[in-house]
């Protein structure tokens, strides 16, 4: 899988062949106004107004290389509830092992790795393309802004008793129900 592309808003790539085989290559993000509003735009998300990604890829090994990076970000996202624009810092540790040797399932459907830091080594690492990654899953995924409830919503049609939250509960009238009964419960045994 090649990790770079004209169509990143965040691209920094580093060719595998060219890392110098004994010592870290460090690199540090900090893109400009536009290519945050580009990603902003490929996250789907209303604003990113800092972002920065520091960190550096090191051999391991004869062919393996880490990468091991810091990724700091103030992110704007609507409310889930009211659509208020909700800012969120973030601040992610971001670690991946590219292995040169490693070998891809060929079943259709195939167990994930217990380390999902790993990943097949490509020719070309795309700091840009981690960091974005790193960033997409690190977003809020229902923002919220501060003090606000999600609430109830009851709807039926006329005529019909509503179906609220606390009649899909089936344990929930059973202290009332034990009461009735002259049974003791947890709460006043």
Known sequence: MQMTGPDLPLSHPLRVAALAARKPTRFDLKPDATALSALATVLGITAVTDLRFKGELRPHGRHDWDLDGTLTAVVEQPCIVTLAPVRTRIEERVERRYIADMELP???????????????LPDVIDAGFVATEALALALPPYPRAEGVELGE???????VQPLRDEDLRPFSGLASLAEKLGLPHKDGE
Do not use: L, M
């Open 153 to 159: 919503t009851v709807h039926a049609a006329p005529g």
């Open 106 to 120: 060929e079943a259709d459907e195939s167990e994930i790795p217990e380390d999902d830091r790993i990943e097949p």
